[in-house]
């Protein structure tokens, strides 16, 4: 599956911001998708997963009760709802795939990916 990411951008601690995930090749359906984010100098680190089986998710405790993740079958798109920002959260954010039917936090299990877009919280 192709996957295009967008809807990063600049807001303030506190706020709230949307990503998407669009898909083609392959529905999501058949799909278990996650984000993860990138800061300079660091290496990709887990966000958020749902597996496409059964609906189940997984948060980074970083964002649990802040963020959400979800998918529109419909549209073929995953989002990443992102709420009460914080500065620490400022990173280039990816979408990535699997066919397996997993939450994994592991990198290596996710084998299709998106281009990344930037998020910025700063006042």
């Known amino acids: 599956v192709q996957l295009q990411a967008s809807g990063g951008g600049l807001v303030q601690p506190g706020g709230s911001l949307r990503l998407s995930c669009t898909g083609s090749?392959?529905?999501?359906?058949?799909?278990?998708v996650a984000w993860f984010r990138q800061t300079p100098g660091k290496e990709r680190s887990f966000v958020a997963a749902?597996?496409?089986?059964?609906?189940?998710?997984n948060y980074a405790d970083s964002v649990r009760g802040r963020f959400t993740i979800s998918i529109d079958d419909a549209k073929n798109t995953a989002y990443l709802h992102m709420n009460n920002l914080k500065p620490e959260d400022t990173a280039v954010y990816y979408c990535a795939a699997s066919t397996i039917s997993t939450t994994t936090p592991f990198i290596n299990a996710w084998r299709s990916w998106g281009q990344g877009t930037l998020v910025t919280v700063s006042s």
């Open positions: 090749g392959r529905t999501f359906s058949r799909n278990s």
């Open positions: 749902l597996r496409w089986s059964n609906s189940i998710a």
